[in-house]
């Protein structure tokens, strides 16, 4: 994590009232590669405390593996048995049996070694190449699109849950204010987020949410749906807010309404440094992309990437440089 600093507003009313070095739950995960599967299964609910136990006198009769003797049982499955290993090498998913609940869209909550998922993983190394250095300043990246219905929120989520499965301290940032979906994909409050940030009614420690099935990602949702959202945007606090995620966060994602929804996107874009344009196949027209990135060039914004992703949204093509003279 980066050097913690004080800030002193109505973000960060005390000198420090975010404790991130001991996240919610990080406890019981601090030795999660020397706890037993059996130990694993049961907090992740897939299996109850009494059944481990019935499972443990099994393996010790049969002098057996604690995971085949609970396949035997017909308690668990091969996939709950890979869950518990990745969970001991520190890759962190959500099976299904679990009990827990987010939106399907979160394929890699859900689906980690599926095709759709190596492609996610494809565009963060591209990302992690071309843009995030820490040594130079680069923590965060808007995710940004023409239109609404192109992938945004979609990509936004994936690729927070990825790059924190890989270790990183990741912010996701939900700022669109005026269809905001990511407390509905993680099934989050959304009493307090970003709009409360901005108008001054909530600080950040009680606006920021923890995922209980990443240790590593921490999530801002956009908040009440506000009848200003541009002059909230030109605020100070929105500067102030980046510039302790930067300095908190080794990535931090930003989630933005469309472009077609006004100049959100542009304002949020601009404070965050770069940019990464979203268009969907057989949605988003030539003339909108195109229209997109000479925005983003006329406002100084970098532009990482390009991603297009392929209806229902599980299939996301490889990202690509952009060129606007040829988008």
Same mark, same amino acid.
């Given at each position: 994590?980066?050097? +913690?600093? +004080?800030?002193?507003?109505? *973000?960060?009313? =005390?000198?420090?009232?975010?404790?991130?070095?001991?996240?919610?739950?990080?406890?019981?995960?601090?030795?999660?590669?020397?706890?037993?599967?059996?130990?694993?299964?049961?907090?992740?609910?897939?299996?109850?405390?009494?059944?481990?136990?019935?499972?443990?006198?099994?393996?010790?009769?049969?002098?057996?593996?604690?995971?085949?003797?609970?396949?035997?049982?017909?308690?668990? &499955?091969?996939?709950?048995?890979?869950?518990?290993?990745?969970?001991?090498?520190?890759?962190?998913?959500?099976?299904?049996?679990?009990?827990?609940?987010?939106?399907?869209?979160? #394929?890699?909550?859900?689906?980690?070694?599926?095709?759709?998922?190596?492609?996610?993983?494809?565009?963060?190394?591209?990302?992690?190449?071309?843009?995030?250095?820490?040594?130079?300043?680069?923590?965060?990246?808007?995710?940004?699109? !023409?239109?609404?219905?192109?992938?945004?929120?979609?990509?936004?989520?994936?690729? !927070?849950?990825?790059?924190?499965?890989?270790?990183?301290? =990741?912010?996701?940032?939900?700022?669109?204010?005026?269809?905001?979906?990511?407390?509905?994909?993680?099934?989050?409050?959304?009493?307090?987020?970003?709009?409360? *940030?901005? !108008?001054?009614?909530?600080?950040?420690?009680?606006?920021?949410?923890?995922?209980?099935?990443?240790?590593?990602?921490? #999530?801002?949702?956009?908040?009440?749906?506000?009848?200003?959202?541009?002059?909230?945007?030109?605020?100070?606090?929105?500067? +102030?807010?980046?510039?302790?995620?930067?300095?908190?966060?080794?990535?931090?994602?930003?989630?933005?309404? &469309?472009?077609?929804?006004?100049?959100?996107?542009?304002?949020?874009?601009?404070?965050?440094?770069? !940019?990464?344009?979203?268009?969907?196949?057989? +949605?988003?027209?030539?003339?909108?992309?195109?229209?997109?990135?000479?925005?983003?060039?006329? &406002?100084?914004?970098?532009?990482?990437?390009?991603?297009?992703?392929?209806?229902?949204?599980?299939?996301?093509?490889?990202?690509?440089?952009?060129?606007?003279?040829?988008?």
């Amino acid at each position: 994590m980066k050097d +913690e600093e +004080e800030f002193h507003s109505s *973000l960060f009313p =005390t000198d420090y009232d975010i404790d991130l070095n001991e996240p919610s739950g990080a406890a019981s995960r601090r030795n999660s590669t020397k706890r037993s599967i059996g130990d694993i299964l049961v907090d992740a609910g897939v299996i109850s405390e009494e059944d481990a136990q019935r499972v443990t006198l099994l393996q010790r009769e049969q002098k057996i593996r604690f995971g085949e003797a609970a396949i035997q049982m017909g308690l668990i &499955s091969e996939g709950d048995i890979r869950y518990a290993l990745s969970y001991q090498y520190q890759y962190n998913y959500l099976p299904r049996a679990s009990g827990l609940h987010t939106n399907d869209e979160l #394929v890699a909550a859900y689906k980690p070694f599926s095709h759709e998922v190596d492609q996610l993983r494809a565009i963060r190394s591209q990302l992690k190449l071309r843009w995030f250095d820490d040594a130079k300043g680069r923590e965060m990246l808007a995710v940004t699109g !023409a239109g609404r219905a192109e992938g945004r929120s979609y990509l936004s989520a994936n690729l !927070a849950i990825v790059f924190a499965q890989m270790g990183e301290r =990741t912010l996701l940032i939900d700022t669109n204010m005026r269809a905001p979906r990511q407390h509905v994909l993680f099934q989050l409050q959304n009493q307090l987020g970003f709009s409360s *940030l901005l !108008a001054g009614r909530s600080d950040v420690a009680s606006a920021l949410q923890t995922v209980p099935f990443l240790t590593n990602l921490h #999530v801002i949702p956009a908040g009440p749906i506000p009848p200003n959202p541009l002059e909230l945007l030109n605020r100070a606090n929105l500067s +102030e807010l980046f510039d302790w995620a930067r300095k908190t966060y080794d990535i931090v994602l930003i989630d933005t309404s &469309s472009l077609a929804d006004g100049a959100d996107a542009l304002i949020v874009a601009a404070q965050a440094g770069a !940019a990464l344009a979203v268009a969907r196949a057989n +949605e988003t027209s030539i003339k909108a992309f195109t229209g997109l990135i000479a925005d983003l060039k006329r &406002s100084n914004i970098n532009v990482v990437g390009s991603v297009m992703n392929n209806p229902p949204l599980i299939d996301v093509v490889p990202m690509t440089p952009v060129d606007p003279q040829h988008a």
